[in-house]
């Protein structure tokens, strides 16, 4: 009788961790669902945090990631998993930490991004889907803004004690500034302590390899990928 | 998509004078001048009905009175039924459709690319890619096989419908043998319900043959549909200048009067008869002789035609999307967009070969089906027209994210981009480095490769058993008496 209510607890955790993967792989489908009452119910019944973020949460987020990449599923599609993940997140990760401090696991900071959209230009859609997309997966992202100067990137990386740089450009015109970015950071001997990922509607990986970039990504997806390589 | 869920009615070239002078020239046509008919019984109809027949000459003149009794008397609309019951089409109103390519006697061979002779295997083909694709009414066949006997084109053809279809069927007209081997198919399909005329699951087409006659083969046809109570597009093919006068309004009132002409002896053999008013009806190239099916006056005569259709209350059929040209270029879509938008846009009720054909309707292309099919996508989201109403107006939504935010992430935007923007398949859309990085394809190639995921993956709803049965043992009737009678 004991066994198998265990058995059956076990399959009552297993099968929400199944639910919740369900939710962010289908955001279109079920958008009205509530994500933080489920999250909640993680906690009620004890369930491992860290098993519901990556065999959850994520797991969902990287199949619709995939679906993107393949042209199958779209953009709000993906913003609509990530949104839903953020939303578990902030109930999620304060017990996720505790977890870590109780078992003693590495208490490591994830990799940090500063992300700007480059002086001279205002447009910031592609900036902040990569900036969502980045904090979903966990990185810390300081997003700071449009127009951004070249020395402010540099300040605020230091500040931050950022390991990678993302510069933003729409604009044809503007396009120069991240190459500037990449020469200022050569001239004061920091080329070596951040990487820069450079994206935008009109950089190609000629360009981004030409001015000497750590990274370019075709979209948010990418994006992740990217730094993730890059932050290993 | 429901294939009745499609309604507009955006473009008008004719006013109501215009409408009204068309209508009355057409019956000072009709009274005075009259019409052939090759057709004996069918000149007894007439006459039996009040017209002036001339017995000698075969002229029928038709007084005005009965033509407008004969419209009184037309079903405003009706139901054409399916196999499918969710795929039943209701003909009138304001809804549209849209119906492949018909009976092209050539095809661009999927793996040469090479232009040859249609097969029975490509009727199969095509009807299962018809029966696939979402925004097609029927599955009418597109090409006319020219490896079976010709005397028993029509039998395999309505076979090859049939078993890989479950959509709306058309039977055709030519001949009284043609008619009924159709029609004991529309039987079998109802299984086995003489009745067709309480639920038609067949209708026809009969072309007029311009200026004024009424052909004998074609009419003898027309006639057995319509003892049935089965459903008969009334359509012309006039070539403004050639078979017909150079100006579009004379068109039309030669057209009219062929078509009202047909109406009037469908009404006096069987009264409530459901027809449809129709035209595929262009201008004649005057440097060879073609009726141009790519033409702009082409959607300007469909236009007209559902204007005077909707004048008389009857289901309207036009005919738009074919092309003159031979290959997949430019001019086959532009041809296509244009005629077929514009036909679109006026409301015609039913729109034939609409889909894959090239070559002056003479060929079909596997790859223009799929990609006639993806500007359908377009042409039915112009005709749903824009949503206005406060969920759609997104007041709320344009407040909650303010000056300088973005609306991808708002859940208004996952519930409505789908319902709102046409996504297109094959259209490339991507960054050049990116198109680069897919293959660099023109979209014949992602056409081609469509074409050939439906044909390896797509699997038609089959026959019940019992109406399979009989279907083979018709058609093995219909063999054994071609046998007999060629061996005479």
Request: glycine share 8%; net charge neutral; hydrophobic share 40%.
């Amino acid at each position: 009788m004991r066994a198998n209510e265990k058995l059956t607890n076990e399959m009552y955790k297993i099968n929400l961790i199944e639910e919740l993967y369900e939710i962010v792989k289908n955001p279109g489908k079920v958008s009205k669902e509530n994500i933080e009452k489920k999250i909640e119910l993680v906690i009620e019944k004890g369930i491992n945090p860290i098993d519901v973020l990556n065999n959850g949460l994520l797991k969902g987020l990287r199949e619709i990631g995939d679906r993107f990449g393949r042209g199958d599923a779209f953009l709000p599609e993906l913003m609509g998993a990530a949104n839903i993940v953020e939303k578990a997140m902030k109930i999620l990760k304060p017990q996720i930490l505790k977890l870590k401090l109780e078992k003693g696991l590495s208490m490591k900071r994830s990799g940090v991004i500063v992300i700007g959209t480059v002086q001279g230009d205002i447009h910031d859609l592609g900036k902040n889907i990569v900036a969502t997309m980045l904090k979903t997966y966990g990185f810390e992202v300081y997003d700071i803004g449009v127009n951004v100067p070249v020395d402010t990137f540099i300040a605020k990386a230091l500040h931050f004690n950022a390991n990678i740089i993302g510069t933003s450009a729409l604009l044809t015109t503007t396009l120069y500034e991240q190459k500037k970015l990449i020469e200022t950071l050569r001239e004061k001997g920091l080329k070596g302590r951040f990487k820069v990922v450079v994206g935008g509607a009109p950089i190609t990986e000629e360009w981004s390899k030409k001015i000497g970039a750590d990274g370019y990504a075709e979209n948010a997806v990418e994006a992740v990928k990217v730094v993730s390589e890059l932050i290993e | 998509m429901d294939l009745n869920s499609l309604k507009g009615q955006y473009i008008e070239f004719l006013s109501r004078k215009d409408i009204d002078d068309i209508h009355y020239a057409t019956l000072d046509i009709l009274k005075n001048i009259g019409v052939k008919v090759f057709h004996r019984t069918a000149m007894k109809n007439f006459a039996d009905a009040g017209a002036d027949v001339n017995f000698e000459t075969q002229i029928v003149k038709i007084p005005s009175r009965l033509v407008e009794d004969a419209i009184e008397k037309t079903p405003h609309e009706f139901i054409w039924h399916a196999r499918n019951p969710e795929k039943d089409l209701k003909m009138g109103g304001n809804i549209i459709h849209f119906s492949p390519a018909a009976l092209c006697p050539f095809i661009y061979d999927l793996e040469t690319g090479r232009r040859r002779n249609a097969t029975y295997s490509d009727c199969v083909n095509l009807s299962r890619i018809a029966d696939s694709l979402e925004r097609i009414s029927d599955a009418f066949c597109m090409v006319y096989p020219q490896d079976v006997p010709e005397s028993l084109a029509h039998i395999y053809i309505l076979k090859a419908i049939a078993e890989n279809s479950d959509k709306c069927i058309r039977g055709r007209i030519n001949g009284i043998q043609i008619a009924k081997d159709s029609i004991r198919v529309a039987e079998i399909l109802a299984k086995g319900d003489k009745n067709l005329a309480d639920k038609p699951n067949m209708i026809a087409l009969i072309d007029a043959v311009s200026p004024l006659q009424m052909d004998d083969n074609q009419v003898g046809g027309m006639i057995e549909y319509v003892k049935r109570g089965l459903p008969v597009i009334i359509a012309c093919e006039i070539t403004s200048g050639g078979t017909g006068p150079a100006t579009i309004a004379g068109t039309l009132v030669l057209q009219n009067a062929e078509i009202l002409s047909h109406i009037v002896l469908a009404q006096a053999i069987r009264p409530g008869t459901p027809l449809i008013y129709g035209t595929s009806s262009s201008v004649m190239d005057m440097r060879n002789a073609n009726l141009r099916y790519g033409a702009v006056e082409l959607g300007m005569i469909n236009v007209a035609t559902a204007q005077l259709a909707r004048y008389y209350k009857i289901p309207s059929r036009g005919a738009a999307g074919f092309t003159d040209s031979k290959v997949l270029d430019m001019q086959a879509g532009y041809e296509f967009v244009i005629t077929l938008l514009i036909a679109a846009l006026g409301g015609v009720n039913l729109l034939l070969q609409t889909v894959g054909g090239l070559d002056l309707g003479m060929s079909v292309s596997y790859e223009k089906v799929v990609i006639d099919h993806e500007i359908l996508g377009s042409i039915v989201r112009a005709i749903q027209g824009i949503r206005v109403d406060p969920e759609a107006l997104a007041v709320d939504v344009i407040k909650s994210i303010g000056p300088g935010g973005h609306f991808l992430s708002h859940p208004h935007t996952l519930e409505n981009f789908k319902k709102e923007h046409f996504i297109p398949v094959l259209a490339d859309t991507d960054k050049y480095s990116i198109w680069e990085k897919k293959g660099g394809k023109e979209i014949k190639e992602r056409a081609k490769e469509q074409v050939q995921k439906i044909l390896q993956a797509y699997e038609p709803k089959p026959l019940d058993k019992s109406v399979q049965e009989e279907l083979d043992l018709f058609v093995g009737e219909v063999e054994r008496r071609d046998i007999l009678r060629r061996g005479d």
